[in-house]
């Protein structure tokens, strides 16, 4: 199995995240870089399935020069090679237009299976794996909880988290599977892994060596724009509901105030 | 941020069990400490990631890593439970490191990679009621009769010699007296699970409460004479070896301990409103933690200078003694200014800083008193 498995570096998560003032994009120089969280579990899964068929686990990421320590955690968790898309003229780009630079990197590794997360901490926009599907002409299984590989019938096999239970859905190979976090328990590096990380190959691509047009891609050509932004209003004190016989009555009136029922 | 004194590879490993101490060990010290249980599970995860076998060569199980490395590992895993880090430190540094430096090929082959795996824990047997610092005191003996060595006596306070998974004790024991009337004080391998040999019920402790402490018997106990652990004769001598890098080791856990009391005490001062304002406003509160903090960074300069020594083979014994003596006493200083500044919730098993006040005090005792570091410090200075 070849598998390509995409990462992204956001701000830490417990961190207050800011845009930056000049061009509203990301501030990611005032706080503490990390992977996003969700994945982690996308790289475990990769692991997992290589572990049980065989194959070798590619990282994507895009990203600035930085995420390469994003790369690095991924191989340290025992991923085999790595390709890091950068380049300033990436700054600012929307969902579409990553989507776009991701998925002509992705084609030229020729995988069986793509994972991704469902979504990253910091747009949150839950849309990576649908729009790399599309892109690359995948059929696409999303909010997967559990994934079952077939290397031989060439298909694989999903619960789909739903609301009221799953559903089984099933692809023919290759194939784009998003992962919840249900999915896995994401292995801690070891000390080898972190030692063995540095020696993995990594290969670096700007836009032009990615057969990306600089004007596809950046702050200037996004679909969409960031106006304006207003930092979350600081929290408000709670209201304390004294049980008299009709506590009941007076919480659900109160959701019902803030429309929350 | 990370530590500019630190290498990728070391950041790496810093802050990939900081993350496991944050989700893993934290969530559950609270319990066990309260419920005095070995944390199996957690154990368990720390040697899945390879942290036992942090400082040994690939050849024996080991990550490849150095001693710095594991001193890394334990600071982390002490902010946020002492009891997990002592289980490391002394799995490695005692269980561990004496075979790997004194022992035969053989011996190394049998033990190592169980112990570099996490999968079994080996405990030193030194201290006994009559002999701590001072070796004369020891009275276990051992004999040689008929190719196996004989073991008898007892020893106190022994870490990790009681676990489920605890597979070895090296004991100390006398096997004869030189010329001079003198001692001589050799290493023996025993087995779990060798007849005569026996672990007592665990102590009641101050603190430490989820790491493993026994006292052992030894009562005609018999092992194949090839289970002597390095040169007969030199048992102390190579104990107190180890103890010199193990210095660093815990000066490393009191240094996480410390952190964990200003990253508390922070947290605290910011969310506790008293007469309309958080405590942290006032001076006396946000001074306490400044002072608490400077402890804590010059502590840990003081540990990583003495682990970069040991790395780059140059001496390090005075700067392992002055490393122990300061973070230990920082430790149990900012142990008790954070459950100071924590009021009467400090004193409250709920909360993390009253489990890092009765962890600390131990700091200054184990591994060599703040009086016997001052008493290295001292003869390296020619006194």
Known sequence: MNIVVTVKQVPDTWAEKKLDASDRTTDRKSVDNVMNEMDEYGVEEALRIKEAHGGEVTVVTMGPQKAVETIRKALSMGADKAVHLTDDALHGSDALQTSKALAKVIATLSPDLVITATEASDARGGVMGALLAERLGLPQLTL?????????????????????????????????????????????????????????????????????????????????????????????????????????????????????? | MPDTRLTDEQESLRSTVADFAREVVAPVAGRHDEDQTFPYEVVEGMAKMGLFGLPFPEEYGGMGGDFFALCLAIEELARADSSVAITLEAGCCLGAMPIYRFGTEAQKQEWLHRLCSGEALGAFGLTEPDAGSDAGGTRTT???????????????????????????????????????????????????????????????????????????????????????????????????SIL???????????????????????????????FGRPIGANQAIAFKIAEME??????????????????????????????????????VTNAREA???????????????????????ILEIGEGTSEVQKLLIARQLGL
């Not at chain 1, 077939?150 to 559903?167: F, K, S």
């Not at chain 2, 003081?302 to 003596?325: C, N, T, V």
């Open chain 1, 144 to 261: 997967a909880r559990k994934v079952t590989v077939d290397p031989a019938a060439g298909t694989v096999q999903i619960e789909r988290q739903a609301d009221n239970g799953y559903a089984l859905v099933e692809a023919s190979l290759p194939a784009v599977v998003g992962v919840v976090e249900k999915i896995n328990e994401p292995r801690y590096p070891s000390f080898k892994g972190i030692m063995a990380a540095k020696k993995k190959p990594l290969t670096t691509l700007g836009v032009g060596e990615a057969g990306l047009d600089a004007s596809e891609v950046g702050l200037a050509s996004a679909g969409s724009k960031v106006d304006d932004a207003e930092p979350r209003p600081p929290r408000q004190s709670g209201t304390i509901v004294k049980d008299e016989g009709d506590g009941g009555a007076k919480i659900a009136e109160f959701l019902a105030t803030q429309k929350l029922i």
């Open chain 2, 294 to 331: 400077t402890r804590t960074h010059v502590a840990r300069t003081a540990y990583y200078d003495a682990a970069s020594r040991m790395a780059a083979g140059r001496p390090f014994k005075k700067e392992a003694a002055i490393a122990k003596l300061f973070s230990s006493e920082a430790a």
């Open chain 2, 339 to 361: 459950t100071q500044i924590h009021g009467g919730y400090g004193f409250m098993n709920e909360f993390p800083v009253a489990r890092h006040w009765r962890d600390s005090k």
């Open chain 2, 142 to 240: 051992a004999v040689l009769d008929g190719g196996e060595w004989v073991i008898n006596g007892s020893k106190s306070f022994i870490t990790n010699s009681g676990t489920d998974i605890t597979k070895l004790v090296t004991a100390t024991a006398v096997t004869a007296t030189r010329d001079d009337g003198q001692k001589e004080i050799s290493s023996i391998i025993v087995p779990v699970g060798t007849p005569g040999f026996s672990a007592g019920p665990p102590y009641s402790k101050v603190g430490w409460h989820a790491s493993d402490t026994h006292p052992l018997t030894f009562a005609d106990v018999r092992v194949p004479e090839a289970n002597l652990l390095g040169t007969r004769g030199r048992g102390y001598a190579n104990f107190l």
């Open chain 2, 244 to 274: 010199d890098e193990g210095r660093i080791a815990i000066s490393a856990l009191a240094v996480g301990l410390a952190q964990a009391c200003v990253d508390e005490s922070i947290t605290y001062a910011r969310a506790r409103t008293q």
